[in-house]
């Protein structure tokens, strides 16, 4: 017996005439990622004792083995495809809302299933499928449900390779064992009604959805064949079926032909994944229906009949009714009746048809969803007089148009406004297995941040979905199960492309269509996602539009160049209605709305994906839709993605959530956590960036008119409704304490249009004179105040409950300014002691009453901060450069081009000795130290003014300036010195190559072996090269050059060696010494053999040539980048857990991803201010923070510290954050997946508080995770300097003891004194 260890899942495997191999149920302890568990292999080789098989007893059931891997066939002997809807044996049935379940022509199948698993492809035990075999020792799987969350097999992620080797239509894994390729087979016994059974009722067999293929036989007869793995397949089982038991049996395969079509940016699962169930229908029965119903009132019915076995010369008309459908179903007031005349086309098959014009319609949009119930009924057999009902079918009926006119997509001829998400079917404990009320929650958590369109990626989702939608409004765009990204764009390699392909292409998306045709919320089709374009998706577009001109159809692939560009508008082929780019520029799509907005020809713009929101993502998207609002041929997009596909796991006991790389063993292939994107977390909490695309994309917009006066202008942005719905108010917040409020005049302004609006309750100017004092002794006037709007619904509606907050604004109202003074004015007079300076050889001590700081003399950092004795200090405050790295920062390789900044701060050069100028006279002692930071030249300036007010840090950023030394991790290019023209050397793909250099040249990171990052280069050192040589959807493609291992001159290869091992040595043509910026360099072998880099005859080569310009470099360095954070940090000790802060908030915000914080005060626990995303990275930021109270424990002689901004400096509001945990915790190193806490449910929290206080942080870009940078203006540029300042303000609880608690740290903070413009600080 041979086990093999799947993390704590165990497949065991016996070696029996050969190598056959059999899986049995996991027997793991419940955890994932578990290492060997000698207790779990014993048990699973006691059970495999009872269910061991020999080979000659474990093969194919069939000899139809050959379509598995047949890429032409897509199914056999299943029904053919028809809308979705059931046929109830009743009028009353129908109308009910307790659906097909309380159906007597109905029977649920769903449940635990007899089941045994094999690693192999098509290998299950012979004879399965027979009444009479034995399942006793089998075990069982539930349904629906996947295999690898349930005992069977590992969770495989990948986004853009297969996990199996490119080779269509065959299938050969990846990893280790490339027969791995499971096979599940199933067995149910069921019984049915007797009635069933007695010849009048046909009995068909569901399978909502199965991955990746399936066979199925029925008491040992072979019903047939099926692939795709996101439509339901349906078989008539009556001939087939017996009185009493009944065995059905399924073969199912894992990765079959078809999943060359199924290469969707998501989990690799297998199973059964929706529900499964047996129904029945009379002989002659409705087969299929199509409803349209149009703007204009008109009501289209057409009809498929199945005639069966029976004659009856006259064939009665289909009855058709019309009922409006309230919040509880179906209103009794009937619309409207009419009848579908029906006409036999055969002896089996009739049609009917009917077109009404219903007068007075209610039409359907996403902000009104106006739904109507149609029933159709089919008369039963009989004379015209005793006629009863053979079966009724309902139908949801949404009037409504869309059409393509003059450059718009209009719907009911109104110009369409997409804010949308592309959705996957997750469930973070069932995978693919979604319900009823995963899927409800989805669409009310995406109607209350302001969504209203889904493009439901990459496949057809389950059908309650499209119902859901339907009911309360959500746009769809509804995709096939087409994406065959692992084959690449080019017409050579795309499946779109060849022949043979074209069935299996044409069949997904048919069934597709027919199925969910009569849904109103599906406004588009879309071919496919990234499957290239070709014959196959030029068919499938003509057929659609043939079969379905309601409707729009969108491809994003339908464009002439292979892929698309993040800047530039690409040549758009003829198979899409609308052009639909992935992941444009904000830039990219001005330019199109400059150049199209007057167009009537040219298509309008939708993005199919975009604001790609890995991590902390999501920033510049208010630029997008500032760019949105301006031309009207944007029409919105769809934001990537709405969940992160994470799975529920356990480790060392904490819960967290698991993606690619967490499952199986090391040759598992896996794209780690790039299925970690969405708006919310895997069990829908939102993240932060939903906040921000909830108001980014608010549908009422406000605009100060005249504030003083309390004027502003409300702009409607839906596209149908008024504003009566919403109620509007105002408040009125001094230093973030609301301070007076009221209700706005009633607003009904009309979809599109705009109304300017008075708010006449404000209170009188100057606010001192009209508002009780705030607190302490000062007048309100010197009080920060701000205006905020808000509209809310005032009743529910839908999912949207009364008193939801749909969209708000707030300004700062100017004009009441404080005071500014000097630090010493502001002390004298309080005046006591002058603060006593202490020097020792290790540190200087200043005591200023209570308090006392210590300096040290070796780093210039404040190392002790006490008061009345309490230590508060766990940590030095120093320079912080760095930010823990995000997912967009990984995908641009900042954490490779910035790594100089990582230890900058804690790697400080002490350029003078502290100055001490004591503060006899003033009550202010002043220390003053200049740190060189890293390798760059760079200086802070930093200025520790010590008084009884506090310790006020005052600092000054000065970046180097050019010409210094080059550094380890420089980006560089290197440019030979023999051309003519100047060729410097690139990499593209596995291949070095001499590039001319036609604008900027390709970068090269040199680092230096055994020296960090940031390290002077010097001539000797010996360095790794290393150049990006390409990007993916999921990475950027990191290769490092080195010789050929050959003699004499030889190509030079990419690898994909790391950055620390180096492959040549570095030599400066001027001899020893510091390598700088445009010296001519040497790249040496230092493998011995003396083989240099050279360009010679237009190749990258190492030679062992003589030296002469071929091998000669002029070592350009690129201009230097800024660090991501500008800033200090601290640690404080144990015992703070409580933080209060003025500023934005509640949650999270950054330079780049802010305005759905508004500014106020706001309180909560230390602990909860981390964000914890599902790996760990740079979080909890609050962006113009005024001040931040980190409060101790109740009995503490010190209640807290106060960190305010000090007023008065170039920007008075900085950036703070606080954590219970060390910022390494989230920080990853140069390679992602060896990050050392790789997942937030793995943060522990620890007794100490680290803060930080920055003037600058970078954006956190969000274009795409792939290599895009934030935009311009939210980088810090290299040549940007800094002055600020804060407070460290210890405090007691006496200080802020008041009979309005909340305001008593605003009004210490408003102690503070306000300061001028700080003199010049450094050297």
Known sequence: LKCLWFNNRVRCAQDVSGSSRFGLAGCGSGSMFGCWNVKAVQQAVEVLKDDVVSRSSLGAAEDRDGEWFDSTAVGRGREAARASFFAYESGERATSIAGPRSSSRFVDLNGRWKFAWSPLSCKVPVG??????????????????????????????????????????????????????????????FELPPQWLEGKLEVFFHIGAVCCGCKVWINGAELGFSTDSKLPTEFNITTHLRKGKNVIAMQVLCWSAGAYLEDQDMWWFAGITRDVYAYARPKRHIRDIQVRAGADGMLQIDAELSLGDLREPVLGPLVCELFPRGQEGIVAQRACSFQALVTARTDKVAVASASFQCSGVRLWNAEEPNLYTLIVTLPAEGSAVDRGVAEVVRVSVGFRT?????????????????????????????????????????????????????????????????????????????????????????????????????????????????????HPSILFWSLANEAGNGVNMYATYMWIKHRDPTRLVQYENARRDPGWKT????????????????????????????????????????????????????????????????????????????????????????????????????????????????????????????????????????????????????????????????????????????????????????????????????????????????????????????????????????????????????????????????????????AGEAPKVTNSDASVLVAAGQLLVTIDHSSGFLTSLKLGGQEMMAGPLQPNFWRPTTDNDYGACLQRDLACWREAGRNTVLLQKVEVEPGSATGVVQLKVVLRIGAT??????????????????????????????????????????????????????????????????????????????????????????????????????????????????????????????????????????????????FEAIDGSGRCLAIVDGAVVATDGPRDHSNIFVFQVSEPMAPPRIGFRGTLTKGFTQVEWFGRGPHESYVDRYVSARVARFEGEILDQTFKYVRPQENGNKLDTRWMALKCQSGAPCAGLLVASSAGVTDACLSMQCHRYPLEDFDGPAIKTQQRISHGGELRARDETDFCVDVAQMGLGGINSWGEKPLPQHMIAHDQSFEWAFWLRPFTTEETRSDRPALALAALARSLPRLPPSPAIGA
Request: glycine share 10%; proline share 6%; with cysteine.
């Open 567 to 830: 800047n530039d508008i690409e040549r758009i082929d003829s198979n899409t209605d609308v052009y639909c780019p992935m992941y444009p520029s904000q830039a990219k799509l001005a330019k199109y709305g400059e150049l199209y907005e007057g167009s009537t020809s040219a298509l309008p713009l939708i993005m199919c994906e975009y604001a790609h929101s890995m991590g902390n993502s999501v920033g510049g998207f208010k630029e997008y839709w500032d760019v949105i609002n301006k031309y009207h041929v944007l029409q919105g997009g769809y934001i990537w993605d709405w969940i992160d596909q994470g799975i529920a796991t356990k480790v060392n006991g904490k819960d967290i959530w698991a993606y690619g790389g967490d499952f199986g063993g090391p040759d598992t292939p896996s794209d780690y956590n790039f299925c970690i994107n969405g708006l919310v977390q895997p069990d829908r909490t939102p993240n932060p960036a939903l906040h921000e695309a909830k108001k980014v994309m608010q549908p009422v917009a406000f605009e100060a008119v005249d504030l003083r006066n309390g004027r502003i202008r409300v702009l409607n942005r839906y596209n149908f409704r008024s504003l009566a719905h919403l109620a509007f108010s105002w408040s009125l917040t001094a230093d973030g304490v609301e301070v007076a409020q009221g209700a706005m005049p009633f607003v009904d302004v009309a979809a599109g249009a705009a109304a300017d609006v008075e708010i006449t309750s404000l209170p009188a100017r100057p606010f001192g004179a009209n508002l009780p004092l705030i607190a302490g002794s000062q007048a309100p006037n010197s009080c920060e105040y701000h205006l905020l709007v808000s509209a809310r619904w005032r009743e529910a509606h839908g999912c949207i409950p009364g008193g939801h907050e749909e969209a708000w604004e707030q300004w700062p109202l100017e004009g009441d300014q404080p005071q500014v003074m000097a630090l010493s004015t502001a002390l004298s007079a309080n």
């Open 128 to 189: 399965f499928q027979e009444p009479s075999f034995n399942d006793a020792a089998w075990g069982e799987m539930p349904v629906p449900g996947n295999w690898e969350l349930n005992g069977h097999g590992f969770p495989i992620y990948k986004n853009i390779k297969y996990c199996f080797e490119k080779n269509p239509p065959f299938i050969k894994y990846a990893g280790a064992d490339p027969e791995y390729n499971p096979t599940g087979a199933y067995r149910r016994i």
């Open 402 to 518: 869309v059409e393509l006119r003059q450059g718009r997509v209009l719907l009911n001829g109104q110009e369409l406004t997409i804010r949308g998400v592309n959705r996957h079917e997750h469930d973070a404990q069932t995978g693919h297995v979604v319900g009823r009320e995963a899927m409800l929650q989805d669409i009310k958590l995406m109607k209350a941040h302001n969504f209203n369109a889904v493009r439901c990626s990459h496949y057809p989702n389950d059908p309650m979905w499209y119902e859901l939608c339907d009911e309360h409004g959500l746009y769809l765009v509804a995709e096939a199960n087409i994406e065959s990204h692992g084959m690449g764009f080019q017409l050579d390699e795309t499946l779109a492309g060849k022949e043979e392909w074209r069935e299996a292409h044409l069949a997904r998306m048919q069934r597709h269509v027919e199925r969910d045709k009569n």
């Open 937 to 1082: 030249g760079s200086q802070l300036a930093v200025r520790y003014e010590v008084s009884t007010a506090g310790v006020r840090v005052c600092a000054k950023w000065q970046p180097a300036t050019p010409g210094m030394a080059a550094a380890s991790g420089n980006v560089a290019s290197l440019m030979c010195k023999a051309t003519a023209t100047n060729v410097a050397v690139g990499v593209t793909g596995e291949v070095v190559g001499a590039t001319p250099n036609k604008g900027a040249p390709q970068r090269i990171v040199v680092s230096a072996e055994g020296f960090p990052a940031g390290s002077p280069l010097r001539h000797g050192y010996r360095v790794a090269l290393q150049a990006t040589a390409g990007q993916t959807e999921s990475e950027l493609l990191i290769r490092g050059l080195i010789p050929g291992v050959q003699a004499g001159r030889v190509p030079v290869e990419a690898s994909g060696l790391p950055a620390d091992k180096a492959a040549w040595t570095i030599l400066r043509v001027l001899g020893d010494g510091e390598v700088l910026p445009n010296d001519e360099v040497i």
